[in-house]
């Protein structure tokens, strides 16, 4: 028998050749949610009650309860979430197609421009002065992009001000160039979404949300440790829980490096 692709996954995953990294944030009661404008319904936090802990409700069992929003700690987005993404077939947490979970990634590290400006906006310019470095974004892969965001304390991690959050994100242009000229399968972030803090000032609001859910494709926010991934090269494993008409759920986000 020949030496088939997951026969050698197999052996290189023994060896250690190739590498499974977490780019999962910790999920407890102190996890950061999107605070919204105060006219509108806020997520809740996360929320855990012990049910029993080897004790009287449960002798030789632990288990506990939890609670949250769909959108909490490191979260996958589907294009239900969106209004203009609610009417595609495959577009919630159920519906999704398995065969899109599984996607190589793609990662930019704009960590000194978000440094240096808060509001810092990836363009298409960049990208692609990116991929004159790197190769050309595939079809159906992820962009990620590393802000080192997931390197700040919670009060820096929100950067509230009195006029909104101040967290870097995707320009208009940029969606429109990822969705349209790269056809990629989502947009993935170490913010707290995929969209830069100041967007609901953009023209569309959310543009990440806006035109990616629109075009079904897909977002991670609340990623960490995107400075451990090859810039290009690593594929990333990222099934929201199946809820039945989820807009998308809390995950494990793995990436396999070799
Ligand atoms: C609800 C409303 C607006 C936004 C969001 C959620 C998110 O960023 C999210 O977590 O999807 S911008
Ligand atoms: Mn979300």
């Known amino acids: 028998m020949t030496n088939t692709t997951l026969d050698n996954l197999i052996t290189d995953l023994a060896s250690g050749t190739v590498q499974v990294v977490d780019l999962t944030v910790n999920l407890d009661e102190n996890t950061p949610v999107i605070g919204l404008p105060e006219e509108f319904k806020q997520s809740p936090t996360f929320k855990m009650e012990k049910i029993s802990h080897f ?27 969106w209004v203009t993404g609610k009417d595609y077939s495959d577009g919630c947490t159920d519906t999704i197609k398995p065969q899109d979970l ?24 960049k990208v692609q002065e990116w991929e004159a470095e790197h190769g050309k974004i595939e079809k159906d892969s992820w962009l990620l992009m590393n802000s080192g965001w997931s390197k700040r304390s919670v009060e820096d991690f929100l950067n509230y001000a009195e006029d909104g959050p101040h967290t870097p994100g995707p320009s208009v242009e940029c969606v429109k160039f990822l969705v349209e000229e790269r056809d990629v399968i989502g947009f993935g972030t170490e913010t707290i979404g995929t969209d830069a803090g100041q967007a609901f000032l953009f023209d569309p609001q959310f543009p990440s949300h806006h035109l990616m859910h629109g075009a079904n494709k897909f977002g991670l926010a609340s990623l960490t440790n995107l400075d451990k991934l090859p810039p290009k090269g690593s594929v990333l494993i990222t099934p929201p829980l199946k809820i039945v008409n989820g807009s998308g759920s809390p995950l494990r986000v793995l990436a396999l490096v070799s």
């Not at 990634?105 to 298409?124: F, G, H, R, S, W």
């Open 55 to 81: 004790d009287d409700a449960g002798p030789a069992w632990y288990w506990n309860k939890f609670s949250c929003g769909e959108h909490t700690g490191t979260h996958f987005d589907a294009p239900g979430h």
């Open 102 to 125: 599984v996607a190589p990634a793609n990662v930019i590290d704009v960590t000194k421009e978000c440094a240096e400006n808060p509001d810092y906006l990836l363009t298409p310019e």
